[in-house]
């Protein structure tokens, strides 16, 4: 409570936004595994804004309410759902494992399977299958990016280099 976690190099606790800026110091990117209608209540564009700028990469949920999903595609989160009625739950995390997302390299497609790869603390792996809700081709652009503002940026940059 209050915004603590532990931080997994040392097991120091601290708050989440320090633990935030040592990972990302570290070159280290932070998935979110999170329960159903992830994002609901939300402010919005904001709660995808503060998830960017915490360094978090990838949103595992079992489901996402549907404007934050769009925002976090947006903002250059990839979001994704478990299959086949996975919840959290079955994953029996303990805070220790590390996390690889693969098939998202390459010539990815709207509503993809991409495999999650959990290793745990003891060396074991467990390999999960997941739905990524990158829904459109133009949200594929948006990801290919890292973000809608990027998009539009290079967007803007690469019609004005046409134009000269």
């Known amino acids: 409570e209050g915004g603590l976690t ?14 935030c800026m040592k990972y990302e110091a570290e070159g280290t990117p932070l998935v979110v595994i999170a329960g159903k209608e ?5 402010s919005r564009d904001w709660a995808a ?14 489901s996402f309410e549907r404007i934050h999903r ?23 995390l ?21 495999t999650l790869t959990i290793t745990r603390k003891d060396g074991s792996k467990q390999e999960v299958k997941l739905l990524c809700r990158i829904d459109t081709a133009d949200e594929i652009d948006y990801m290919k990016n890292g973000g809608i503002l990027h998009y539009v940026l290079r ?7 046409a134009a000269a």
């Open 94 to 114: 303990d805070g220790t494992e590390t996390f690889d997302v693969t098939g998202v390299e390459g010539d990815l497609k709207p509503l993809s399977d991409v």
């Open 38 to 42: 992830y994002g609901t209540g939300s």
């Open 49 to 62: 804004k503060g998830t960017t700028l915490l360094g978090v990469k990838a949103v595992i949920a079992e």
């Open 70 to 92: 769009s925002n976090l595609v947006g903002m250059g989160v990839l979001p994704l759902v478990f299959k086949d009625g996975m919840t959290r739950h079955d994953l029996k």
């Open 155 to 161: 967007s803007l940059v690469s019609a004005k280099s």
């Open 6 to 19: 532990k931080y997994i190099p040392t097991g120091e606790e601290m708050p989440i936004y320090d633990a």
